[in-house]
């Protein structure tokens, strides 16, 4: 019988969303480490936007968590 939201496997979705947003924290940590590393520079709006990807894919990782992992699970 199918759940609530469906047939969701939960702790797949928990885990493929948190590798993602890590994945995705770890693209944007490198890309900085390399640029630092070479001696380069970034314009302002590439050192904008890694920064925001870095807090964004932060934020994603709690919230994946708290959601697929807590929330959903409670309320099917």
């Given at each position: 019988?199918?759940?609530?939201?469906?047939?969701?496997?939960?702790p797949?979705?928990?885990?493929l969303?948190?590798l993602?947003f890590?994945?995705?924290?770890?693209?944007?940590?490198?890309?900085?480490?390399?640029?630092?590393?070479?001696?380069g520079?970034?314009?302002g709006?590439?050192?904008?936007?890694?920064?925001?990807v870095?807090m964004?894919?932060?934020?994603?990782?709690?919230?994946?968590?708290f959601?697929?992992?807590?929330?959903?699970?409670?309320?099917?």
């Amino acid at each position: 019988m199918a759940g609530r939201y469906g047939n969701l496997d939960y702790p797949r979705l928990t885990k493929l969303s948190v590798l993602g947003f890590l994945s995705l924290f770890v693209v944007a940590v490198g890309v900085n480490a390399a640029v630092s590393l070479t001696g380069g520079s970034l314009p302002g709006w590439e050192e904008t936007l890694l920064l925001d990807v870095e807090m964004l894919s932060v934020l994603g990782i709690f919230l994946s968590v708290f959601v697929f992992g807590i929330a959903l699970p409670l309320t099917e």
